[in-house]
Structure formats: structure tokens, C-alpha cells
């Protein structure tokens, strides 16, 4: 059975720091690219970062670039996006997509 799951959000002050999790299992988890969206309140879901199933390779949008930083352990079959320097414009739900599968989501509010 196929499930996909993203944990580690909450509530953070400006400047503050968030890791969040996303766990996949029911396939070969190693041999897929994760992608990280965010999808904040009144706007389409947006693209973040992903990371290649080596786990060597990166990329992310301009915005969060320099603040955030992606690493996975494929034995645990995680994805870690750890998220430095949050702004209040990093508020929304932030799901990982991988294979075909999407996770439900994890809130992030950034905010004083």
C-alpha cells in the first residue's frame, strides 16, 4: 500500500527555523526525485525544491534559496526540508509529491 506523508509543521516566529518530514513507502522510495510544493491561502500550489533519489542533487526556487535546504534518508525512506530564515510569505501547506503520489500536507504558519 502506497502512502505518502509529510510532518513538521507548525506555528514560528519570523527568522525562525522548521524541518519538515515527508515519508513515502509501497515503492522503491530511493529511485524517485521528492519535490516539495506550498500552496498558501488564495494562491495555486508552487513548486519549491527537490531533491534526486541519490540525494546529491538540488534545486529550489529563487525565494527560498540560501534559506532552505533539502537532504534524504533512504534507508528511513524520508525527505527532510529544513526551512531557516522564515518569513511570514512562507505561510501555506506544504506538501511533497513523489512518483505519482501526493502527501496530505503539513501547515506552516510564519508569523509574530
Known amino acids: 500500500q502506497v502512502q505518502v506523508a509529510e510532518s513538521g509543521g507548525g506555528l514560528v516566529q519570523p527568522g525562525g527555523s522548521l524541518r519538515l518530514s515527508c515519508t513515502a513507502s509501497g515503492f522503491i522510495v530511493s529511485a524517485y ?27 529550489f526556487e529563487s525565494s527560498v534559496k540560501g534559506r532552505f535546504t533539502l537532504s534524504r534518508d533512504n534507508a528511513k525512506n524520508t525527505v527532510y526540508l529544513q526551512m531557516n530564515s522564515l518569513k511570514p510569505d512562507d505561510t501555506g501547506v506544504y506538501y511533497c509529491y513523489v512518483n505519482i503520489y501526493w502527501g496530505q500536507g503539513t501547515q506552516v504558519t510564519v508569523s509574530s
Open 33 to 59: 526525485t521528492i519535490r516539495w510544493y506550498r500552496q498558501a491561502p488564495g494562491k495555486e500550489r508552487e513548486w519549491v525544491g527537490d531533491i534526486n533519489g541519490a540525494g546529491d542533487y538540488t534545486r
